[in-house]
């Protein structure tokens, strides 16, 4: 049972905020704990727009507890360390992704993966590990997050375009590493190519991979192959060229949002291929045993990643100048951007530019 976050969480934040299955955006003033010992307090700078946000606004997954204000690519400055902070100084930029607690002493914990500890926390719209009190994400003016779940911007990463890797960058490139889907030379496809598609070519190119792109769009064709540097564009939808495919891939990552067949992508796969579900949509998907055992294939799922793979691939993106293809909106753009979403209507990722155009009323203000 979430705690109320008026009695519990004493500093004032401003954002926006879903307040129903409508998944309409409106301005909310709210409440964030003070900052900790272990804590790192900081000024939202540029938080993308990732489906997920999308699903939860609207309840798609039956788990939403509103108002939800959502925002899970976090780019900002830090304002306030506390006095056990170790790795933070004020000043320094910061991201945070889509976590911000877990219990630290299971075994996923000890094993770095945070994100699968039963007791996480994601970064919004979950009760607290620590506290109870319900958790509110970066399409607001600030955040505060214990120092384990911040993540050191590399120096040569730009912020806005840099942001989205929070999320889509770690949901491709932890599956990419822990399937074995990132040796050279293997071939990889790529299936939906949106916010997480269009990263997910960059880091295979980025790992040696020869990538196919499977689409709906077919007018995505050019910016996949000249724009990304995919290798091969398939329309989906096209029986015969899906069938010219038979056999031919060592992976596939699904990085759709909405219900579409998944069969078609296991018969593309080589013997003992890997279809890695990353996209999550409402509705389950069809899964026939037949192209499984006839090939021996494996289908998987990933979430996300952990701090350490988040920093390595922050990291790994930085030295391979990978980022978002983006467009950057200012806040009260959200409910156009989520309904421009919806139709896949974005290059790839929305980026808010939080910080110039969050208008934050001034007795919130002065708190932060
Ligand atoms: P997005 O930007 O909306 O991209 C999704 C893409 O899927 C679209 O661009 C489109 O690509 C394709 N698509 C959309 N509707 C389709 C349909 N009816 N049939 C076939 N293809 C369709 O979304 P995103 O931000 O990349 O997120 C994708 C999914 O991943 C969401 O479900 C999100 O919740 C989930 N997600 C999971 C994790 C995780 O840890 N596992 C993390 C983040 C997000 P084309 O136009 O190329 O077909
Ligand atoms: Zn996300
Ligand atoms: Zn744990």
Same mark, same amino acid.
């Given at each position: 049972?979430a705690?109320?976050?008026?009695t519990?969480h004493?500093?004032?934040?401003?954002?926006?905020a879903?307040s129903?299955?409508?998944?309409?955006?409106?301005p909310?003033?709210?409440s964030?704990r003070?900052?900790?010992?272990?804590?790192?307090?900081?000024k939202?700078?540029?938080?993308?727009i990732?489906?997920?946000?999308?699903?939860?606004?609207?309840?798609?997954?039956?788990?939403?507890?509103?108002?939800?204000?959502?925002g899970?690519e976090?780019?900002?400055?830090?304002?306030?360390?506390?006095?056990?902070?170790?790795?933070?100084?004020v000043?320094?930029?910061?991201?945070v992704?889509?976590?911000?607690?877990?219990?630290?002493s299971?075994?996923?914990c000890?094993?770095?993966?945070?994100?699968?500890?039963?007791?996480?926390?994601?970064?919004?719209a979950?009760?607290?590990?620590?506290?109870?009190?319900?958790?509110?994400?970066g399409y607001?003016?600030?955040?505060?997050? *214990?120092?384990?779940? @911040?993540l050191?911007w590399?120096?040569?990463? %730009?912020?806005?375009?840099? &942001?989205?890797? /929070?999320?889509a $960058?770690?949901?491709?490139y932890?599956?990419?590493?822990?399937?074995g889907?990132d040796?050279?030379?293997?071939?990889?496809?790529v299936?939906?190519l949106?916010?997480?598609?269009h990263?997910?070519?960059?880091i295979a190119k980025?790992?040696?991979?020869?990538?196919t792109?499977?689409?709906?769009?077919?007018?995505k064709?050019?910016?996949?192959?000249?724009?990304?540097?995919a290798d091969?564009?398939?329309?989906?939808?096209?029986?015969?060229?899906?069938?010219?495919?038979?056999?031919?891939l060592d992976?596939?990552?699904?990085?759709v949002?909405a219900?579409?067949?998944?069969v078609?992508?296991?018969?593309?796969l080589?013997? *003992?291929g890997?279809? @890695?579900?990353?996209g999550?949509?409402?509705? %389950?998907h069809?899964?026939? &045993?037949f192209? /499984?055992v006839l $090939?021996?294939?494996?289908?998987?799922?990933?979430?996300?990643?952990?701090?350490?793979e988040t920093q390595?691939?922050?990291?790994?993106?930085?030295k391979?100048g990978?980022?978002a293809d983006?467009?950057?909106?200012?806040?009260?753009?959200?409910?156009?951007?989520?309904?421009?979403?919806?139709?896949?209507?974005?290059?790839?990722?929305?980026?808010?530019d939080?910080?110039?155009?969050?208008?934050?009323?001034s007795?919130t203000?002065?708190?932060?």
């Open positions: 049972m705690k109320s976050p008026e519990e004493p500093i004032k934040a401003y954002g926006y879903a129903d299955t409508s998944g309409t955006f409106s909310l003033t709210f964030r003070a900052t900790g010992d272990k804590d790192v307090r900081f939202v700078l540029y938080c993308g990732c489906h997920s946000d999308l699903h939860f606004a609207k309840n798609e997954w039956g788990v939403t507890t509103y108002p939800v204000v959502p899970h976090i780019v900002g400055v830090v304002t306030e360390v506390g006095s056990k902070v170790e790795t933070f100084k000043g320094e930029t910061v991201g992704g889509c976590l911000v607690g877990s219990c630290r299971c075994q996923s000890s094993n770095n993966l945070e994100q699968f500890c039963p007791k996480m926390t994601f970064t919004y979950f009760p607290n590990y620590s506290d109870g009190t319900l958790t509110y994400g607001s003016d600030h955040m505060v997050a *214990d120092e384990h779940f @911040v050191h590399p120096d040569n990463l %730009p912020l806005d375009s840099g &942001a989205p890797l /929070l999320c $960058g770690i949901t491709t932890s599956p990419l590493r822990h399937y889907l040796k050279p030379g293997m071939k990889i496809g299936v939906g949106g916010g997480l598609g990263v997910a070519v960059k980025a790992l040696g991979a020869e990538v792109v499977f689409s709906t769009t077919p007018e064709k050019e910016e996949a192959l000249d724009g990304l540097k091969h564009f398939i329309v989906s939808k096209d029986v015969d060229q899906m069938q010219a495919a038979t056999g031919t992976g596939i990552l699904d990085t949002s219900s579409h067949p998944i078609p992508f296991l018969n593309i080589k013997t *003992d890997k279809l @890695v579900l990353v999550m949509p409402a509705v %389950p069809e899964l026939p &045993a192209p /499984l $090939g021996r294939k494996v289908v998987g799922g990933s979430n996300i990643g952990g701090l350490k390595e691939m922050l990291d790994f993106c930085a391979h990978i980022t983006i467009e950057v909106i200012p806040i009260d753009y959200v409910n156009t951007a989520m309904e421009r979403l919806l139709k896949s209507d974005v290059r790839y990722r929305f980026v808010i939080v910080a110039n155009s969050i208008k934050v009323p007795d203000r002065s708190k932060v």
